[in-house]
């Protein structure tokens, strides 16, 4: 009797596990079709930072905005093709591109030689350049900075130029976020920050007492859509539509909303 | 002139193990060790400070004088209650917003992040060990208290010579498990600027993009909690020698006799 409870329990067990896993494989294969049908269908996941303003922003509700991500809706409503944006953090953005987390990421990223071993780049939507920021008349120009602490956003061009061009004249500090960097300037632990020139001048709006120093750098920097390699499909797409926008005014309305000039 | 000294050091250490490490390694092999060097600092310093601090907080703890305990009981309950990486952010963005913390005597000190970091660890883990130390004299057996109390010792005599030591050999391999539970806390420094070994190794992530460098990284902190876990052990053997097997000559044939010569 109480040989059979056993065996009946085992029994039972082993039939629930066997139920189980076949529930997991038809579920899963399943999910592969709804894959596929949304694939084809044309849902794209696409990928922003939400912490670069003004190109990509997440309002008090946690709602994605800014002109990546008008962009990016601009794009997708060209290319009849219905998108998700969601939020990732700037360091695993290319990891979650690769683990097919989403199919692109518009977060302004620049198209470097190092990152396309990695992702193909769409042809630019905007041009970036450097500049560094600091309290109002504390520095005549750049040669000034010598020596001075400096910051930038470890991930970025211009953490890469920091390091390379001013590595051995002047201390460096990375940061995870701008607005990290932005909050150390504040409260004086750095002398200056070295920052993409858009998101800086939006950022002078609201703090007067700081300043650009010298002219901005010309890295030859240009922003792309980042997509997987093998998805050469979506980049002649997404090229498509970007041409399609520029020229039907679409793009130079976004442009409008956020900068007095053609940032292109 | 001490970093200089290290940067000789690290490049010698990468010379020597370059020919046998994998390419993309020896690249950027110096600032691996250079951030390993300051990850060993940073627990160097920690350790030995958390546990100075950690000896009178866990006395005050078992102090039946509650003008003592109430506010050692709180200093370990707060820092044991919250994360290391809220500490951390606290210490290093929270107070410097305060104008009087940038204009007083301690800002030199705050406004560089290694040693916000080296604060934090030492007063995150002090908490820990005061707690595991007050476990360790709680454990004290208490014919031994009153041994002592009856050989008429006083009390700081009694803690120096009975009960410290008695506590210190049972609470040493909790106490050695704190210490590697410190070092993996240090990598939080990489988030205030440090360029400990965490922070070197996203710095170079953000270079290369390759994934392999968290895994050098982890090596690194294997090999570091490797050296830490078997020098703990050798002084455990060390603190408790008095307990073993006695060692007799020719006795080898015979533990149980050899045995039974230790005192119970």
Redesign the interface.
């Known amino acids: 009797m109480k040989r059979n409870t056993i065996i009946s329990i085992i029994m039972a067990f082993g039939f629930a596990a066997g139920v189980a896993a076949c529930g997991d494989d038809a579920k899963k294969s399943e999910e592969k079709m709804e894959k596929k049908e949304v694939a084809t269908a044309g849902e794209i996941t696409i990928a922003t930072e939400g912490a670069y303003p003004p190109f990509n922003t997440k309002d008090a509700a946690g709602e994605l905005g800014g002109f990546d991500v008008e962009i990016a809706k601009a794009l997708c409503e060209e290319m009849k093709k219905t998108c998700k944006i969601v939020a990732q953090d700037w360091?695993g953005i290319?990891?979650g591109l690769e683990a097919k987390k989403y199919d692109a990421i518009v977060a302004s990223m620049s198209i470097t030689d190092?990152?396309k071993?990695?992702v193909a780049f769409t042809n630019p939507y905007y041009s970036n350049y450097l500049q560094f920021v600091a309290k109002k008349d504390a520095f005549a120009d750049t040669a000034a900075l010598e020596g001075k602490t400096i910051?930038a956003q470890?991930?970025?061009v211009a953490?890469?130029w920091l390091e390379d061009n001013m590595g051995s004249k002047a201390t460096v500090?990375?940061?995870?976020t701008q607005t990290?960097a932005y909050?150390?300037l504040k409260?004086?632990?750095l002398d200056a920050i070295l920052s993409d020139i858009y998101p800086a001048h939006d950022w002078l709006k609201e703090n007067g007492e700081y300043a650009f120093v010298g002219e901005k750098i010309d890295i030859d920097d240009k922003i792309g859509i980042a997509v997987r390699k093998d998805d050469k499909e979506l980049v002649k797409a997404f090229n498509d539509a970007l041409e399609a926008i520029r020229s039907n005014g679409k793009y130079e309305e976004i442009n409008k909303k956020y900068f007095p000039f053609d940032i292109f | 002139m001490i970093a200089d000294a290290l940067k000789s050091v690290s490049e010698g250490v990468c010379s020597v193990i370059g020919p046998v490490t994998p390419d993309n390694f020896v690249q950027y092999c110096p600032r691996f060790i250079d951030g390993f060097f300051t990850t060993f600092e940073l627990l160097a310093i920690a350790s030995v400070l958390g546990l100075m601090v950690a000896v009178p907080m866990a006395l005050a703890r078992v102090s039946e004088n509650r003008l003592l305990s109430i506010p050692a009981y709180t200093y370990i309950y707060v820092f044991r209650g919250t994360p290391l990486l809220v500490q951390l952010f606290l210490f290093y963005?929270g107070l410097?917003?305060f104008e009087a913390v940038?204009n007083s005597f301690i800002w030199p000190v705050l406004?560089d992040?290694w040693w916000v970091a080296v604060i934090v660890l030492t007063i995150n883990t002090s908490a820990y060990v005061a707690e595991i130390l007050r476990g360790g004299i709680l454990g004290v057996p208490n014919g031994e208290v009153e041994a002592a109390r009856a050989c008429g010792m006083p009390a700081s005599t009694r803690y120096r010579r009975v009960i410290l030591p008695q506590a210190f050999r049972i609470a040493w391999p909790a106490y050695g498990n704190e210490v590697i539970l410190l070092m993996k806390g240090t990598a939080l420094a990489s988030?205030i600027?440090v360029?400990d070994l965490m922070?070197q190794s996203?710095?170079i992530?953000?270079?290369?993009?390759d994934?392999m460098n968290f895994v050098y990284a982890a090596v690194l902190y294997l090999m570091l909690s490797g050296l830490l876990t078997w020098s703990f052990r050798l002084f455990e053997k060390r603190l408790n020698r008095h307990t073993g097997p006695r060692k007799t000559e020719g006795s080898s044939k015979k533990p149980d006799t050899a045995k039974a010569g230790v005192p119970a």
């Open positions: 360091d290319i990891p190092e990152r071993q990695k910051g470890r991930s970025t953490s890469k500090k990375l940061y995870d990290a909050e150390d409260n004086g632990r | 963005f410097a917003q940038q406004r992040g988030t600027t360029l922070g996203r710095t992530f953000s270079r290369n993009y994934l």
